[in-house]
Nanobody, 127 residues
Framework: QVQLVESGGGLAQPGGSLRLSCAAS????????IAWFRQAPGKEREGVAC????????DYADSVKGRFTISRDNAKNTVYLQMNSLKAEDTAVYYC????????????????????WGQGTQVTVSS
């Protein structure tokens, strides 16, 4: 079973930065597309960023383009989300998710395509 653990969340001021990590255990990420999702209380879950299993093709939500960067380090079995220029509306619980059901060159920001999920890490952006 896919096991993912997020870390790196915490408090940041508007304009600040955080780097989230998603570490896999029990499997290797080489053949998995990975995505970051977030959910704030009372709001729908939204896809933030994703990266394909090969070729590092990525996609981002319009709200984070130019500010967030997803990357993967297969040697460390870890995926990262670098979050810059943070805004208050970025406050949410962030989850990483994995799937091997997609072709190696693509990723999607649709949660229904992902079958392995982490427990989430809280990101709070406030002055």
């Amino acid at each position: 079973q896919v096991q993912l653990v997020e870390s790196g969340g915490g408090l940041a001021q508007p304009g600040g930065s955080l780097r989230l990590s998603c570490a896999a255990s029990g499997f290797t990420l080489d053949y998995y597309a990975i995505a970051w999702f977030r959910q704030a209380p009372g709001k729908e879950r939204e896809g933030v960023a994703c990266i394909s299993s090969q070729y590092e093709n990525t996609d981002y939500a319009d709200s984070v383009k130019g500010r967030f960067t997803i990357s993967r380090d297969n040697a460390k079995n870890t995926v990262y989300l670098q979050m810059n220029s943070l805004k208050a509306e970025d406050t949410a619980v962030y989850y990483c998710a994995a799937t091997m059901r997609l072709m190696s060159k693509i990723c999607v920001l649709y949660g229904g395509d992902y079958d392995g999920w982490g427990q989430g890490t809280q990101v709070t952006v406030s002055s």
